[in-house]
């Protein structure tokens, strides 16, 4: 069973401060692609950042990068220099071709950034 | 370049109803995916379209069907409503096949279509 475990419901963090949203997968497959979305209270998702799994060098775009321990099927998320528009929930996913392009994704990390 | 859009944006149903959710992909895209967000839950995968045809479906009854039409819009359509069908439904767009760097797994997301089932 492919599974997206984020065990963090919610969070918060002072501005300017870095965070850490965890999340943790089971899969039994090898080549798989892992990502973060954020859904912001206007509630369109977007891709925060993306990894392939075959990469060891963890993905980073600008204030956002990820710790990937493909052993422990590890993947989290930290966000540096933390601005209110950050606020939002985080959702963590994976999808491997071999299970049709299925998405799962976890229940979310509600993230709230105190001014 | 113009995202995922969805309509309608809110849509209100009484239990039995048909209601019918459309999606237009990003230019380009092949594939639509939709899925359900129900409150308090994460995402559920619904179904895959990919060039007009099904090609993979979540673990939801029959009466959740689709389409996607030639020029890849697709429509989502829930049959015989129930109250827990009320939920926040979400369609993505990504390029299926190769590219230069390679397959596209990538998924754009619309802004999704708030269905409540009274």
């Known amino acids: 069973a492919q599974t997206v475990t984020q065990s963090q419901p919610e969070m918060s963090v002072q501005e300017a401060e870095t965070v850490t949203l965890s999340c943790t997968y089971d899969?039994?497959?090898?080549?798989?692609?892992l990502f973060w979305y954020k859904q912001p209270p206007s509630r369109q998702m977007i891709l925060v950042i993306r990894q392939e799994a075959y990469k060891q060098q963890n993905a980073t775009e600008n204030r956002f990068s990820v710790n990937f321990q493909k052993a422990a099927k590890s993947f989290s998320l930290k966000i540096s220099d933390s601005q209110l528009g950050d606020t939002a929930m985080y959702f963590c996913?994976?999808?491997?071709?071999?299970?049709?392009?299925?998405?799962?994704f976890g229940t979310g990390t509600s993230l709230t950034v105190i001014p | 370049e113009a995202g995922v859009t969805q309509s309608p944006t809110h849509l209100i149903k009484t239990r039995g109803q048909q209601a019918t959710l459309r999606c237009s992909p990003i230019s380009g895209h092949t594939s639509v995916y939709w899925y359900q967000q129900a409150l308090g839950l994460g995402l559920q995968f619904l179904l895959w379209?990919?060039?007009?045809?099904?090609?993979n479906r979540g673990n939801f009854p029959p009466r959740f069907s689709g389409r996607q039409f030639p020029n890849y819009s697709s429509e989502l359509n829930v049959n015989a409503l129930e109250l827990e069908d009320s939920a926040l439904y979400l369609c993505?767009?990504?390029?299926?096949?190769?590219?230069?760097?390679?397959?596209?797994?990538?998924?754009?997301f619309g802004p999704g279509t708030r269905l409540l089932v009274l």
């Open positions: 899969t039994s497959e090898n080549n798989y692609y």
């Open positions: 996913a994976f999808m491997t071709r071999d299970t049709g392009n299925q998405f799962y």
């Open positions: 993505a767009s990504s390029l299926e096949g190769l590219s230069s760097s390679g397959f596209q797994e990538t998924q754009y």
């Open positions: 379209y990919d060039e007009g045809e099904e090609r």
